[in-house]
């Protein structure tokens, strides 16, 4: 895998819009889930390294957290998204509530894609008609796009 583009990595089955959870280890729990189901692994094993690299930090950017972790067995990264509602504190550096975190998991054998696939979200959140978009709607599918594709960003500004 050279490049990795968003449409590499989600699908929008693992694009949750709108999570309830109590605490940091029920978020982490689910989008570990999501992860587990499409890559043939067990939800304990994906869980397990993302508890693990949970000390690693977060990117904190106003209230969005990107986790990332390696998961022997995996074939290619994957990403899971959860828009949190009510916002949660996943105690982020900037000690901002988090309501959109998101889990990176890929293969132990393929560190590059990992880096790579790291670079292609980071680069996608970090826009702010990204963020606010997923903000704004409790669709799944708008939330799949708003993250894989910037022809909605074409069409607000002709509009």
Not at 39 to 47: C, G, K
Request: aromatic residues 2%; contains cysteine.
């Amino acid at each position: 895998m050279n490049s990795i583009t968003m449409t590499d990595l989600l699908i929008p089955e693992r694009v949750l819009p709108r999570l309830r959870a109590p605490d940091r280890t029920t978020v982490l729990r689910e989008l570990a889930a999501q992860i587990a189901r499409d890559a043939d692994v067990s939800v304990e094993e994906v869980l397990n390294e993302v508890l693990v690299a949970a000390d690693l930090p977060f990117m904190p950017r106003g209230g969005v957290s990107l986790l990332h972790t390696l998961v022997a067995g995996m074939e290619h990264p994957m990403v899971a998204v959860a828009r949190l509602v009510p916002p949660l504190n996943l105690e982020a550096a900037d000690g901002d509530p988090t309501d959109i975190a998101i889990l990176l998991a890929s293969p132990t054998a393929r560190p590059q894609d990992h880096l790579r696939a790291l670079a292609c979200v980071a680069r996608r959140l970090r826009r702010y008609d990204v963020r606010d978009l997923i903000r704004g709607t409790n669709n799944r599918d708008a939330i799949f796009i708003a993250l894989t594709s910037d022809e909605w960003s074409a069409n607000l500004s002709t509009a």
